[in-house]
């Protein structure tokens, strides 16, 4: 198979590490990882939303802060990849060129942000779609997607099935800010539409129900079409 797990920052990399949430999710890929062609996208959780609202005080503009929450993924990729130990490469690519030269190394290959503008989801899909990825996990914080934000909106439901176009109606309301992608960007919209790659989202607090998406079998949300 060839995979994109998008790994959302704020599950394992917030104020303190969740080192065993990390090692669960280390455990589960080691067991169900094929060889093929995979990546794992980290994102920067909130130790990277402290650094970029500290740098907006400071004056930094926005693409000063894409490149600060940047540099911040590519810690947590390390991390992770250190983790994965021989499974990953060792290497942080820091550009699709670089990711797709080690992507023949039978290895899962642990990347961050590569460049300013996109979210790790719109890494997700650039990745995917030079891979020829069967699928993209979207392991976050909540069981999928939702019609409301559903931390903030009680009345919010999940929805369980998207087109692409019912997604893109939803991403238009929320916001593009560095580090404030609780959605998606448009950029990575805008890819994902063009690749028609199916989109898996779950509760990445539950390595088990990442597992079952990796493997094809459902989803919180599955976006396709």
Excluded at 133 to 144: C, P
Excluded at 164 to 170: A, G, K, Q, V
């Amino acid at each position: 198979m060839n995979i994109v797990l998008k790994l959302g920052g704020h599950l394992i990399f917030s104020e303190r590490t969740n080192t065993g949430l990390l090692r669960r999710y280390c455990e589960m890929l080691a067991d169900v990882f094929d060889g093929g062609r995979w990546a794992v996208v980290v994102g920067g959780g909130s130790i990277a939303r402290q650094y970029v609202n500290g740098a907006r005080e400071l004056g930094l503009d926005e693409a000063s802060c894409d490149l600060l929450a940047i540099k911040i993924t590519r810690v947590n990729a390390y991390l992770m990849a250190s983790c994965l130990g021989d499974l990953a490469v060792q290497t942080i690519p820091t550009t699709l060129e670089e990711l797709l030269a080690v992507m023949g190394l039978g290895k899962i290959v642990v990347t961050g942000g590569l460049q300013p503008g996109q979210s790790t989801i719109a890494v997700s899909a650039i990745v995917a779609a030079a891979i020829k990825a069967e699928r993209i996990v979207v392991a976050t914080d909540v069981d999928g997607v939702y019609t409301a934000d559903p931390k903030v909106s009680a009345d919010a439901r999940l929805i369980p099935r998207l087109t692409f176009d019912e997604l893109s109606r939803l991403v238009e309301h929320t916001s593009q800010r560095a580090g404030e992608y609780p959605l998606m960007d448009l950029v990575g919209l805008t890819l994902l539409r063009r690749a028609r790659i199916p989109l898996y989202y779950v509760n990445g607090a539950y390595p088990e129900r990442v597992r079952d998406a990796l493997l094809g079998r459902g989803a919180g949300t599955v976006v396709e079409g």
